[in-house]
């Protein structure tokens, strides 16, 4: 069964760097655009950023700059290297990706999602 697992969440202070990753496993036999969401406490799950099969990226404003996407194709795996890090950024980090199996079809997954907190 075709599962996300993330990994790389955790505590760190303002101005300071994590990266999470993401990989897929499972009989896959193709990944579309790659996504990292996230979610603070009481508030709704907002778009970080997006990267296409061939590498195209896209990026919610708040992080342009401080965070770079991207994507091992071979591994089935997706990375947040997240730089520059505010307060702002503390929240639950979730990847995203529609996966094609030959006995579903595409079918939309989530990570179990990653806690990320900046705090001084």
């Known amino acids: 069964q075709v599962q996300l697992v993330e990994s790389g969440g955790g505590l760190v202070q303002p101005g300071g760097s994590l990266r999470l990753s993401c990989a897929a496993s499972?009989?896959?036999?193709?990944?579309?655009?790659m996504g990292w969401y996230r979610q603070a406490p009481g508030k709704q799950r907002e778009l970080v950023a997006t990267?296409?099969?061939?590498?195209?990226?896209n990026y919610a404003d708040s992080v342009k700059g401080r965070f770079t996407i991207s994507r091992d194709n071979a591994k089935n795996t997706v990375y947040l290297q997240m730089n520059s890090l505010k307060p702002e950024d503390t929240a639950v980090y979730y990847c995203?990706?529609?996966?094609?199996?030959?006995?579903?079809?595409?079918?939309?997954?989530w990570g179990q999602g990653t806690q990320v907190t900046v705090s001084s």
């Open positions: 995203n990706a529609p996966i094609f199996t030959t006995t579903r079809g595409y079918s939309n997954y």
């Open positions: 499972g009989v896959i036999f193709s990944i579309n655009t």
């Open positions: 990267i296409t099969s061939v590498g195209r990226t």
